[in-house]
């Protein structure tokens, strides 16, 4: 229903003047016409200067747009333009304005007033739209979900991502051998050729590092902090990632360089560069994995669910599920560059040179930002809005009217989404525990396989059953496993689905420790069996699959979940800010895994993996019964009504504005 604004008795001149002689009604001298005369010209030219601004108090749009419009000082009123309670306030002595009192003798400060509110449907969202084709509650409760279709730009960019991920972990599975192990004898590029020697470099020992490998891994996901912030409130995520694309080819650049034979030569002076480089290739890293998933799951253009008839049966086009399938080879994507950067450049490394091993990698990155400057006039490019949270625990519809404040352009949707992001980062905090076990995987385990029989192999490429584990079972889980729940009616839910991953982690770990009981036992150095110089136990290497396999499925349904929770639980304004959150658990992880750095060596490293596990088990148990709410919550977060407020500092903002209120006027008139 239209309101309409009441009419109030004209006024014969904008200004209140204060003096009893000079009043519209007194018959002074003339003068005083004169004076009135004057007045009201001026009045008629301001009024014509500020017309659009009038426009918008007769519409009742955007109080942050009307004020803007209003300079500080302004002392006229139009009598039809204003509502009557400010044009009763503007012609008082004393007048209370939003709590404060406030004495308006001779003019009216209209900034300083309640802003003229926006219709109260703008604001109140407290339940969705009806469309055609919107479910009802029986047939959410017993039709089949379906995916919708998958935009053709998902691929690029997970493309562009699977380079990404080459180059990174082509790089950081390096790290470990780098710098724990010494150049082999003879040996200037730190390969070799012995079938059970692994190549090294810097001979700095485990411990260090596994604490490079923990700094590695915290600035990679501390850093997503800002690159979401960053994105989300200044640049938008499209041009952040090109900055991160030029920052990480800077810390290729310098990597390659400290591998370097006439730099490692020199010993542990080879450290300060590497260190340089990876720093700076964790803040590029940080940059890009803060936006790349949102970017990719903005190309979604399933925004709401719906009931489709395929193949004569009635289904439910859910964007929940399209968002599973989007991240699951989303994933996929990620472990292909992962296991193709870290199983080639292992080799490279043992029996070539480091610095080759580094300048790989380097080279294969160069296709991201030609990948995204092809893709750039196609892929949705959404923009960042405001991540300054002028925000108080109410929704706007339930302050009154001449109450609302100029800063209050939010609407009722925004609220509900910023609770459902909170919820989300609660979930978040259980991560680092899960993120405890696989950190375990990326040095100690390492260091667990060079302590066994090789066979030819380099003791770095035994990781690389993680991901050809992912690949193989990411196809799988989405053509075989998934949907066949769903036709059993079986909802596996987030929270279903990362509790799972919890107890797979706790599983990989039980067996890392039972692994490492037998290195013990049947090494010649017995628990000393790292550092051991009589040869390796007598334990083919292979038998390390069952950790490395569980350890894949817990990421899948951990971690990759983690992503899709993020991006559909975040407000629409906050995407890239709330998936740094859920990244940065991965930094808070590893400051957390320091303490477990004195088991990271003989012979402690059975207990290592031992606590690891029981900490995984009741971090699981602790999560479910935490947050098994949210999962009886599901469908119900997901079909929030999407808020129309992007933030003040989007640079759509202010095109924004000028659309409602021209919608609003077009109404009224």
């Known amino acids: 229903m239209r309101r309409s604004l009441p009419r109030s008795p004209p006024l014969p001149f904008s200004f209140a003047i204060s003096s009893p002689s000079y009043t519209a009604n007194s018959s002074g001298p003339s003068l005083t016409h004169l004076s009135i005369c004057c007045q009201r010209l001026v009045n008629s030219c301001l009024s014509l200067s500020h017309s659009r601004s009038l426009l918008y108090q007769i519409s009742g749009s955007s109080p942050r747009s009307s004020a803007r419009n209003f300079p500080p000082t302004q002392a006229m009123s139009n009598a039809g333009g204003l509502q009557d309670d400010v044009l009763a306030k503007a012609h008082v002595p004393q007048a209370t304005v939003q709590g404060t009192s406030k004495e308006t003798r001779g003019s009216f400060d209209v900034t300083a007033a309640a802003a003229p509110p926006l219709e109260d449907n703008y604001y109140d969202s407290k339940s969705d739209d009806d469309y055609e084709d919107k479910p009802t509650e029986e047939e959410l409760s017993t039709l089949r979900r379906v995916s919708g279709p998958i935009h053709w730009g998902i691929y690029t960019i997970a493309f562009a991502e699977l380079c990404e991920r080459f180059s990174y972990y082509g790089s950081s599975v390096l790290y470990t051998n780098f710098v724990m192990r010494p150049l082999p004898p003879g040996s200037t590029t730190g390969a070799t050729y012995g079938a059970d020697i692994p190549a090294g470099a810097l001979g700095m020992g485990q411990r260090a590092s596994q604490g490079v490998s923990l700094v590695n891994q915290f600035w990679a996901y501390l850093v997503p902090l800002f690159g979401g912030w960053l994105a989300d409130s200044k640049l938008g995520r499209y041009k952040v990632i090109h900055i991160a694309i030029a920052v990480s080819t800077v810390a290729h650049i310098i990597l390659t360089v400290a591998a370097a034979p006439s730099v490692i030569s020199k010993g542990k002076v080879a450290f300060a560069p590497f260190f340089l480089g990876l720093f700076i290739l964790c803040c590029g890293t940080g940059l ?60 490279v490394e043992k029996y070539h040179s480091f610095w080759l091993a580094f300048l790989l990698p380097t080279i294969l990155f160069l296709i991201c930002p030609v990948k995204f400057v092809h893709m750039s006039k196609f892929a949705a490019k959404r923009s960042g809005g405001i991540t300054k949270l002028n925000w108080e625990n109410a929704k706007p519809s339930n302050v009154p009217v001449a109450e609302r404040p100029n800063w209050l352009t939010y609407d009722d949707a925004w609220v509900d989404e910023v609770r459902r992001g909170l919820k989300a980062c609660k979930v978040f905090l259980f991560l680092p525990i899960f993120f405890l076990a696989y950190n375990q995987m990326t040095n100690n385990l390492t260091s667990q396989a060079g302590s066994m029989v090789l066979g030819g192999a380099p003791n770095d490429v035994i990781q690389n059953l993680n991901p050809l584990s992912i690949i193989i079972m990411i196809p799988i889980l989405d053509h075989v496993v998934y949907p066949g729940f769903r036709k059993m009616g079986f909802n596996f839910t987030p929270i279903k689905r990362m509790t799972t991953g919890f107890f797979f982690a706790a599983a990989a770990m039980v067996a890392a420790t039972v692994m490492q009981h037998y290195v013990y036992q049947m090494s010649p150095c017995g ?84 606590s690891v596990a029981i900490i995984a088990f009741l971090g699981g148990v602790a999560f479910w019964f935490c947050f098994k709410h949210l999962d009886r919550e599901e469908d119900e977060l997901n079909q929030l009504k999407k808020t129309k407020f992007l933030g003040s500092n989007q640079p759509t903002a202010a095109a924004q504005d000028d659309q409602v209120a021209q919608t609003h006027v077009s109404e009224k008139v």
Not at 292 to 321: C, F, H, W, Y
Not at 542 to 566: D, K, M, R
Not at 574 to 602: C, F, H, R, Y
């Open 288 to 347: 890009f994995k803060a936006n790349i998933s949102p970017l990719l799951a903005e190309q979604n253009k399933d925004t709401r669910m719906r009931v489709e008839t395929r193949k004569g049966e009635r289904v439910i086009v859910d964007p929940a599920v399209t968002n599973t399938r989007i991240f699951l080879w989303f994933y996929f994507a990620i472990n292909c560059g992962a296991v193709s950067g870290q199983i080639s450049m292992v080799f």
């Open 527 to 610: 628990d000393l069996a790292t550092i051991c110089e009589e040869g390796p136990a007598p334990i083919n290497v292979w038998a390390q699959c069952l950790p490395y396999v569980f350890v894949g499925l817990a990421e899948i349904f951990t971690n990759v979940t983690s992503y899709e929770y993020a991006f559909s639980k975040a407000p629409e304004n906050m995407k890239s800010l709330v998936m740094s959150v859920n990244l940065a658990m991965s930094a808070v992880s590893a400051a957390i895994g320091q303490a477990w750095t004195p088991l990271s060596e003989d012979p402690l490293l059975v207990w290592n993996y031992a």
